[in-house]
């Protein structure tokens, strides 16, 4: 049940390691975190093309979309109200995370887990209960909280449980999770469209109640990381007990030590002091990726197609069944081009694939902005054959995001920063990433309505920004323990001009 491994240490000792079951089901229960979120933005972006669901929320986009036929097609669901619902969650986290980044840092990793479950519990419950869209929009505030925190904390969790040598598949894992959130969301929302008396839009969304009650109940269970251990306990005996349990040795003593090492300067730092040292000249490059990278996840337009993938279906003229359908499909292409970026992220590295999956998400966008600019007018739809190549189109790009940006985005920031501030590294990453999805999830409907199909090509200009970043200034991180992270931008072209051989006296801004 487990592979052998050596690790080596900081100061060049080798201590064995292997993957064990342990950590495999610890790690399986924790990116139930991901699993929640995924669920939110499939079902989100599901019960938004639900007629019974806009007949009774929304009541003016049902009428434009069924009877007012001067209106654009590309303007047929443009409602701020309509954003709001999608986007409400985002603000919340955002400010959540900061919260996060407190609870995690000062009690651990366990019990912002926890906490992010029991707030998405507490948000599925009033989801499903609505009566009107206030309700709606409370509830969605709570499941931002509840994502905010699981954000936070899975994926350090998951970077300071795993092996160095497979961080980026173990990490992944939290990306997958998403996938199969969002699939399974897709799966449920294709099925109660088809419920009688239109009530199918409740079951999609107290659905969500399953994942987030496993992640509440089983993160009672979960053991603690090492790395939290010793930051907020200085106990050194449980970190090394959890260690060898994780580990599946008894010699590990070599990176005990290392642990040791980077926890010594992060004692005395409190949660304020860490977010003001990470802005200190040493740690400019993590503060710069923790965030570019988040932005650059965001303005890839993958939530578009997360959020609105049934409402771009039917402004290209499928219906609603088929439209849901069609979200299924990229769906599944998401989780699958996932699951082989963890086959391979440790083998090929992070630059890479960040690289190719840039490129491959360029060229879908620009095919289908060209397809949508040449045959789909303000009225009228596409044909069935430009529709269905759409289809296919939207399904290469997810799958490039799905191997780059979408696990990429979340392994990079929760690997590269050191201990002392890690947890306020990740609340930044977190934070950002919530900023940009609200501002995508708030504005796109208004932006596809102005932009027309030539909001493909706004997005596709930013996949060459970002993908010309990383080719120039992310220096590659696959294999490198954690506690060793800061040479890869002492070696850096760039990077280290900026940082040089840094002491501790060495902290100006």
Known sequence: MAVGLAITSQNGEKSNGRVTLYVVLSCMMAAMGGVIFGYDIGITGGVTSMEPFLKKFFHRIYLRMKSDVKVSNYCKFNSQLLTSFTSSLYVAGFFTSFLASYVTRVFGRKPSIVAGGAAFLAGTALGGAAFNVYMLIVGRLLLGVGVGFANQAVPLYLSEMALPRFRGAINNGFQLSIGIGALSANLINYGTEKIKGGHGWRVSLAMAAVPATFLTLGALFLPETPNSLIQTSQDNQKAKLILQRIRGVEDVQAELDDLTKASSSTSKTSEQQSFKIILKRRYRPQLVMAIAIPFFQQVTGINVIAFYAPLLFRTIGLGESASLLSSVMTGIVGTGSTFI?????????????????????????????????????????????????????????????????????????????????????????????????????????????????????????????????????????????????????????????????????????
């Not at 909001?455 to 696959?478: C, H």
């Open 341 to 509: 970026s963890m086959l391979i992220v440790d083998k090929l590295g992070r630059r890479t694939l960040f690289i190719v999956g840039g490129i491959q998400m360029l060229v879908s966008q620009c095919i289908v902005g060209g397809i949508m600019a040449v045959h789909l007018k303000d009225h009228g739809g596409l044909s069935k054959g430009y529709a269905y190549m759409v289809l296919v189109m939207i399904c290469i790009y997810v799958a490039g995001f799905g191997w780059s940006w979408g696990p990429l985005g979340w392994l990079v920031p929760s690997e590269i920063f050191p201990l002392e501030i890690r947890s306020a590294g990740q609340s930044i990453t977190v934070a950002v990433s919530f900023l940009f999805t609200f501002v995508i999830a708030q504005t796109f409907l208004a932006m596809l309505c102005h932009f027309k199909s030539g909001i493909f090509f706004f997005f596709g200009g930013w996949v060459v920004v970002m993908t010309a970043f990383v080719y120039y200034f992310l220096p590659e991180t696959k294999n490198v323990p954690l506690e060793q992270m800061e040479k890869v931008w002492r070696e850096h072209w760039f990077w280290k001009g900026i940082v040089g051989k840094t002491s501790d006296s060495y902290d100006a801004l």
